[in-house]
């Protein structure tokens, strides 16, 4: 860090594997299943180099392709009650969407994990995802993308008041409650913390007022440390202070030539079908997807990675990457996710994590 910078920390976690094939859509990046002897192996291992949390999505549906992009998927609850019992340290981030579950469920099920893990539960509510997800399941209401934060502002109100109160009656526009009682409570008081991934400026009034972490996105490091600040900003007008975390695919060679090549095998093998399928859900006629233009259509290589920014380099650029994210773009915690998650961890402690604390942006809690 330079001469006379404002000293800042950042936290580490893993977004963990709970799909098959990572976060890349390329025959040429590694392939593998989201067992949970993987998730097992990788969450260990993060815990043993020093990573502060491990993050599970909740995904219902794939995207197919070649690849069958995520056609595989492990459920997000049951995967963190398996990790909350062999890992002593490292938080773990379990996600649900309201429009699945109700809110008397949830309070019970964190309720456990959090008891199961000591104290170390964090909720992340997925308010929106991807529609074929729900509708498969005839799970998703009409008209839903108009009131989800509505909804979502509800049932999150529902949930705090069966952590807190010895009983709840509650009659709302979506949800009834008579004398309903959520015991045992949570071990972390008043409750434990609540995540919520945003982009939009319902999103983010939602997180400033209601939330402790946010989650949030962005196709650059500018886009990304822009929308960390603008987070904490909303946050302090009403009072209260949000931690921000962002993702970021890592793509580490022993060089930045070398990082550079990875990538490029990976262009070459781009599973454009899998991309059509998560950037144009829509467009499914046959001139769309004919095989000879999705090449063309889908050239950015951006398109390569599932919605997430991704980095090559060697291990010096990397380290400033997040110098700059935990500096510049004021973000509290970095979410990493590697092609192969076992190698992908051992080369960033081995290489990048000792740049980190010599820059001292590394904390030991």
């Not at 509290?332 to 402690?349: A, M, R, S």
Request: aromatic residues 10%.
């Amino acid at each position: 860090m330079s001469e006379g910078a404002p000293r800042a920390t950042i936290q580490l976690g893993v977004f963990m594997p709970v799909g098959n094939n990572g976060w890349i859509l390329s025959r040429n990046s590694p392939q593998f299943m989201p067992t949970y002897e993987l998730n097992r192996d990788v969450t260990l291992l993060a815990e043993e180099i020093g990573f502060h949390y491990v993050f599970s999505m909740a995904k219902w549906r794939g995207f197919g392709g070649a690849t069958r992009f995520w056609d595989q998927t492990v459920e997000s609850f049951t995967l963190m009650a398996g990790l909350a019992a062999i890992t002593k340290r490292v938080r773990l981030v379990v996600s649900v969407a309201p429009v699945l579950m109700h809110p008397a469920i949830v309070a019970k099920m964190a309720a456990t994990l959090d008891d199961m893990s000591g104290g170390r539960l964090a909720l992340n509510i997925v308010s929106a995802g991807n529609r074929a997800e729900y509708t498969q399941m005839g799970l998703y209401p009409e008209d839903f993308e108009s009131y989800r934060y509505d909804y979502t502002d509800e049932w999150l109100e529902v949930l705090k008041a069966l952590w807190t109160q010895p009983s709840v009656t509650y009659e709302g526009k979506y949800f009834s409650l008579k004398d309903c009682v959520s015991d045992p409570k949570p071990v972390q008081k008043p409750y434990p913390p609540i995540v919520c991934a945003t982009s939009s400026e319902r999103g983010y009034e939602f997180v400033a007022k209601e939330c402790e972490e946010a989650f949030l996105g962005g196709g650059s490091v500018e886009q990304m440390g822009a929308a960390s600040r603008k987070m904490k900003l909303m946050a302090r007008e009403h009072g209260r202070s949000v931690k921000t975390q962002t993702l970021l695919i890592v793509i580490q060679g022993d060089t930045d030539e070398e990082a550079r090549r990875l990538v490029e095998d990976y262009r070459e093998g781009a599973d454009y079908e899998a991309i059509a399928n998560v950037y144009d859900p829509r467009s499914r006629g046959p001139a769309s997807r004919d095989p000879e233009v999705l090449p063309s259509r889908f050239a950015d290589p951006r398109f390569l990675y599932y919605r997430t920014f991704a980095f090559a380099g060697g291990p010096e650029r990397i380290a400033d990457l997040i110098e700059d994210l935990a500096v510049n773009g004021q973000l509290d915690g970095l979410l990493l996710v590697f092609p192969d998650f076992i190698e992908g961890l051992n080369k960033f402690h081995r290489d990048v994590m000792p740049i980190l604390w010599a820059r001292r942006l590394l904390s030991a809690t």
